[in-house]
Nanobody, 121 residues
Framework: QVQLVESGGGSVQAGGSLRLSCAASGRTFSTPVVGWFRRAPGKEREFVAS????????NYADSVKGRFTISRDNGKNTVYLQMNSLKPEDTAVYYC??????????????WGQGTQVTVSS
């Protein structure tokens, strides 16, 4: 079992920055990849970014590439999402998830409770 807790959400003006944290505990060895997803009002859930604990290889959605950076601190079992140049369309509830792969994350992964990000203009 893996437990995930997101934090760092809040309200910010367009162009501002936020850093989200995802603290993992439990059997993290069984989930080699961690990802961030978001769900905006009236929209389907979408993939944002992912990272592997070992090696740190990353993937990003085109919509956030160049603005968001995913990173991890293995010693703290924590994954971060640094969000810069925020836009109103980034407004959403952000979730972190952990699984064996990106492909299995949505249906078979472990999920946190989510944290609200609101960007105003």
């Amino acid at each position: 079992q893996v437990q995930l807790v997101e934090s760092g959400g809040g309200s910010v003006q367009a162009g501002g920055s936020l850093r989200l944290s995802c603290a993992a505990s439990g059997r993290t060895f069984s989930t080699p990849v961690v990802g961030w997803f978001r769900r905006a009002p009236g929209k389907e859930r979408e993939f944002v970014a992912s990272i592997k604990w070992s090696g740190g290889s990353t993937n990003y959605a085109d919509s956030v590439k160049g603005r968001f950076t995913i990173s991890r601190d293995n010693g703290k079992n924590t994954v971060y999402l640094q969000m810069n140049s925020l836009k109103p369309e980034d407004t959403a509830v952000y979730y972190c998830a952990a699984s064996t792969s990106i492909a299995t994350m949505t249906a078979g992964g472990f999920w946190g409770q989510g944290t609200q990000v609101t960007v105003s203009s």
